[in-house]
């Protein structure tokens, strides 16, 4: 018999549960839902082996659909018709040859698919099952290390199962110690953590895994994704694509009739002080052309005084930049213009792009990657920018702006730690309005050194690099109460 189906209402499960209604009631951690939902479903779907579909509204003219390896399938329903019209539409297919449960909070749909022959479920139900799975989950995860131990213990572990932990080379700075590392990695579990990996002078010190995490596992890294747009914006700068105190308006000519739009820069766009307004709808998937929707944003501050937090400033220069390489020789765009000058340097590969329906990637977020993808990039800021860009780009990268001085091009600083500075939850200050945001002093880390580098990503994705301790350092998970300044002091006591 075929493998059975469970159909989820997704939007329906979403509103259904608490913990996830209350994303959806902030612009900023709304789809923060949608990506709890379907990590969860993932955990079912591995746990009890059906085929997981989950159905989404959608806005395009066609159903459109992704498909995991191995995973979820994921249909977003044409403009026209609903998620539950598609529900029932797939359940009246497929329930004659295979079971299929449909999960719905909608009465009228739970009476309809039953007539197909379909079993319903509610979200509550639903809900109980992921526990359940989740928990089994957790048992085997133990199990595996109870048996590891027990190897270890019998001579039988591998080589170096009680190595000393690693030695810095005598010039350098020491790792943090076997203590250290063990309570930051306890830390991260206890707040919904997948992975902390900690690399010490390219080797790795450090790597656990706790609530379903396993080594290889990629995961979203959100606005981790920004990072690596900037290294190709400062490899375009070196390749004389770009200049930083160009006018985007020389490129971008519909904003030549605006007095304020033609005042602002390239290096102002990829600050994120461009003035314009943040167009978080921009993230949202079945957009016909974010670039243009970036380019007829409002302008609602002056460029260069106030730090807009969005996607679309840098969607703006995407635009630009995609107009400069058609009428270079290469004519490539700039997905192929990234991975040729910035991810295979890095030894990585293409990435989850997130296109329009005008084929323009999503440049705030969309990224999948394990913790040991991600901390490729962190090897590359210890080595100022090597082997992507020139020590003099790099500094270039990093210099922040007047109206936030630990932000630019992606990449967050920790300058002003030390008495002075002022450590905050930069997550927690990005929710609130731009207009009521403080980033005077700010810092990652009060207690960390100067020159820590921070990628930070929704959910407290993070990927931190300190060239002063040659140390790298990748955590992964889900969305809790969690603090950088805490982590990074039990890691670096």
Same mark, same amino acid.
């Given at each position: 018999?075929?493998?059975?189906?469970?159909?989820?209402?997704?939007?329906?499960?979403?509103?259904?549960?608490?913990?996830?209604?209350? +994303?959806?009631?902030?612009?900023?951690?709304? +789809?923060?839902?949608?990506?709890?939902?379907?990590?969860? /479903?993932?955990?079912?779907?591995?746990?009890?082996? *059906?085929?997981?579909?989950? !159905?989404?509204?959608?806005?395009?003219?066609?159903?459109?659909?992704?498909?995991?390896?191995?995973?979820?399938?994921?249909?977003?329903?044409?403009?026209?018709?609903?998620? #539950?019209?598609?529900?029932?539409?797939?359940?009246?297919?497929?329930?004659?040859?295979?079971?299929?449960? *449909?999960?719905?909070?909608?009465?009228?749909?739970?009476?309809?698919? %039953?007539?197909?022959?379909? #079993?319903?479920?509610?979200?509550?139900?639903?809900?109980?099952?992921?526990?359940?799975?989740?928990?089994? @989950?957790?048992?085997?995860?133990?199990?595996?290390?109870?048996?590891?131990? @027990?190897?270890?213990?019998?001579?039988?572990?591998?080589?170096?199962?009680?190595?000393?932990?690693?030695?810095?080379?005598?010039?350098?700075?020491?790792?943090?110690?076997?203590?250290?590392?063990?309570?930051?990695?306890?830390?991260?579990?206890?707040?919904?953590?997948?992975?902390?990996?900690?690399?010490?002078?390219?080797?790795?010190?450090?790597?656990?895994?706790? =609530?379903?995490?396993?080594?290889?596992?990629? =995961?979203?890294?959100?606005?981790?994704?920004?990072?690596?747009?900037?290294?190709?914006?400062?490899?375009?700068?070196?390749?004389? /694509?770009?200049?930083?105190?160009?006018?985007?308006?020389?490129?971008?000519?519909?904003?030549?009739?605006?007095?304020?739009?033609?005042?602002?820069?390239?290096?102002?766009?990829?600050?994120?002080?461009?003035? /314009? $307004?943040?167009?978080?709808?921009? +993230?949202?998937?079945?957009?016909?052309?974010?670039?243009?929707?970036?380019?007829?944003?409002?302008?609602?501050?002056?460029?260069?005084?106030?730090?807009?937090?969005?996607?679309?400033?840098?969607?703006?220069?995407?635009? *630009?930049?995609?107009?400069?390489?058609?009428?270079?020789?290469?004519? $490539?765009?700039?997905?192929?213009? /990234?991975?040729?000058?910035?991810?295979?340097?890095?030894?990585?590969?293409?990435?989850?792009?997130?296109? #329009?329906?005008?084929? =323009?990637?999503?440049?705030?977020?969309?990224?999948?990657?394990?913790?040991?993808?991600?901390?490729?990039?962190?090897?590359?800021?210890?080595?100022?920018?090597?082997?992507?860009?020139?020590?003099? &780009?790099?500094?270039?990268?990093?210099?922040?702006?007047?109206?936030?001085?630990?932000?630019?091009?992606?990449?967050?600083?920790?300058?002003?730690?030390?008495?002075?500075?002022?450590?905050?939850?930069?997550?927690?200050?990005?929710? !609130? #309005?731009?207009?009521?945001?403080?980033? =005077?002093?700010?810092? !990652?880390?009060? &207690? %960390?050194? $100067?020159?820590?580098?921070?990628?930070?990503?929704?959910?407290?994705?993070?990927?931190?690099?300190?060239?002063?301790?040659?140390?790298?350092?990748?955590?992964?998970?889900?969305? *809790?109460?969690?603090?950088?300044?805490?982590?990074?002091?039990?890691?670096?006591?």
């Amino acid at each position: 018999m075929p493998p059975p189906f469970l159909l989820v209402d997704g939007h329906n499960v979403m509103h259904a549960w608490p913990e996830l209604a209350s +994303h959806l009631r902030s612009a900023s951690k709304r +789809h923060l839902a949608r990506v709890e939902l379907l990590q969860r /479903l993932r955990n079912l779907q591995d746990m009890i082996g *059906v085929q997981v579909v989950v !159905v989404f509204d959608g806005t395009t003219a066609k159903i459109t659909e992704e498909r995991e390896p191995n995973g979820l399938q994921i249909i977003y329903a044409d403009a026209g018709h609903t998620a #539950d019209d598609l529900i029932e539409k797939i359940a009246a297919k497929y329930a004659k040859e295979r079971p299929v449960r *449909v999960v719905s909070a909608d009465g009228l749909v739970c009476e309809t698919v %039953a007539a197909f022959g379909a #079993d319903w479920l509610s979200p509550e139900m639903l809900k109980g099952m992921c526990e359940d799975a989740e928990r089994d @989950m957790r048992g085997q995860i133990d199990k595996l290390k109870s048996r590891r131990q @027990m190897l270890i213990w019998l001579g039988l572990g591998g080589a170096g199962a009680f190595a000393e932990p690693l030695r810095a080379a005598e010039a350098g700075a020491p790792p943090p110690s076997a203590a250290a590392l063990q309570a930051a990695g306890k830390y991260c579990a206890a707040r919904k953590s997948f992975t902390l990996l900690v690399k010490h002078q390219g080797k790795v010190i450090h790597e656990s895994f706790a =609530n379903g995490g396993r080594r290889g596992q990629p =995961n979203r890294i959100y606005s981790g994704t920004k990072g690596f747009w900037g290294l190709a914006a400062m490899a375009a700068v070196e390749d004389g /694509l770009i200049k930083l105190d160009e006018r985007v308006a020389d490129t971008i000519k519909e904003w030549q009739d605006d007095e304020r739009r033609t005042k602002v820069t390239m290096e102002q766009l990829l600050d994120f002080t461009g003035g /314009l $307004e943040r167009g978080l709808a921009i +993230h949202e998937d079945g957009l016909k052309n974010r670039n243009t929707m970036a380019i007829k944003r409002p302008m609602v501050a002056t460029p260069g005084r106030s730090f807009i937090y969005g996607p679309s400033q840098l969607q703006v220069f995407h635009e *630009v930049l995609k107009r400069k390489l058609a009428t270079g020789a290469r004519k $490539e765009s700039p997905t192929r213009y /990234l991975e040729r000058r910035v991810l295979r340097p890095l030894g990585l590969g293409s990435q989850r792009y997130i296109p #329009d329906a005008a084929g =323009n990637p999503l440049l705030a977020a969309g990224f999948m990657m394990s913790a040991s993808q991600w901390a490729k990039l962190g090897e590359c800021l210890l080595n100022q920018g090597a082997p992507v860009l020139k020590p003099s &780009s790099f500094k270039a990268l990093l210099e922040g702006s007047s109206a936030n001085g630990a932000y630019s091009f992606g990449f967050w600083n920790n300058r002003a730690a030390g008495r002075l500075g002022r450590e905050i939850d930069i997550e927690n200050m990005l929710d !609130v #309005d731009w207009q009521q945001q403080s980033w =005077n002093r700010v810092c !990652v880390c009060k &207690s %960390a050194p $100067e020159d820590l580098i921070a990628c930070i990503g929704s959910a407290y994705q993070r990927l931190y690099a300190i060239p002063s301790r040659q140390l790298v350092i990748v955590r992964q998970g889900t969305n *809790v109460r969690f603090s950088d300044g805490e982590l990074l002091r039990l890691l670096l006591a």
